[in-house]
């Protein structure tokens, strides 16, 4: 299936500051998800981007997909202890029936 | 309330025996999904499955089958096939295609020794 690039696989903050996690694909996608996933939980829908430069927010997240729809990122202002977790793109396979996950960035918020 | 259900959270097996995983769901879903997660590796896709009476392979389906004889169940069968077992299970459902949301089950945590 389609393979899509998430990095960091892991980031340390101190609660307040800012963190981003970025996906990236080497063909144009017809659109990407974030879930998010506590420890110990199961993957939970955030957002889906389905528009060339679509930008949309969710209180402290902000979710942009790339001019070329290849890319995307997730940042999230003023970290909170709340926000740890694995955060997980997901893009359509190739038969467009199932989604492909990226490996997922482990947030770890220290107060 | 509806949602997904997965049974039971642990499940632990001799090294040999089949187990099925199960999943339940009564959101109406049309698709349903098995997930594989191990630390580091995201979730792979092992079934899915459009529609009763039909499935298809995901990218890791060696060692595992599945069946959808009702809408509303897509139990999993971990084989002695598998090589390495040990794993978190989910399972996930949507409406239908790839442009829609998941809804995953809180997971089976699969210990086998």
């Known amino acids: 299936g389609q393979q899509v690039m998430q990095i960091p696989q892991y980031q340390h903050v101190q609660e307040g500051e800012d963190f981003t996690t970025y996906c990236n694909s080497s063909?144009?996608?017809?659109?990407i998800q974030w879930y998010k996933q506590r420890p110990g939980g199961h993957p939970v829908f955030l957002i889906q981007?389905?528009?060339?430069?679509e930008v949309k927010k969710q209180k402290r997240l902000t979710f942009q997909f790339g001019e070329a729809k290849k890319n995307s990122s997730l940042h999230i202002t003023a970290t909170q202890t709340t926000d740890v977790g694995t955060y997980f793109c997901?893009?359509?396979?190739?038969?467009?029936?199932?989604?492909?996950f990226g490996k997922g960035t482990s947030l770890l918020v220290t107060p | 309330d509806g949602g997904i259900t997965q049974s039971p959270k642990y499940l632990f097996r001799k090294e040999g025996q089949n187990v099925t995983l199960s999943c339940e769901q009564n959101?109406?879903?049309?698709?349903m999904y098995w997930y594989r997660q191990d630390p580091g590796q995201g979730l792979r896709l092992i079934y899915y499955?459009?529609?009763?009476?039909?499935?298809q392979k995901g990218d890791i389906a060696e060692g595992y089958s599945v069946s959808r004889e009702k809408k509303e169940s897509f139990p999993l069968t971990v084989t002695s096939a598998q090589k390495n077992p040990t794993a978190f299970y989910l399972c996930?459902?949507?409406?239908?295609?790839?442009?829609?949301?998941?809804?995953f089950g809180p997971g089976t945590r699969l210990t086998v020794t």
């Open positions: 981007l389905v528009k060339s430069g």
């Open positions: 997901a893009v359509p396979s190739n038969s467009g029936y199932a989604l492909n």
């Open positions: 959101l109406n879903h049309d698709a």
């Open positions: 063909t144009t996608l017809s659109n």
């Open positions: 499955s459009q529609i009763v009476n039909d499935f």
């Open positions: 996930a459902s949507s409406i239908g295609q790839a442009s829609y949301e998941q809804y």
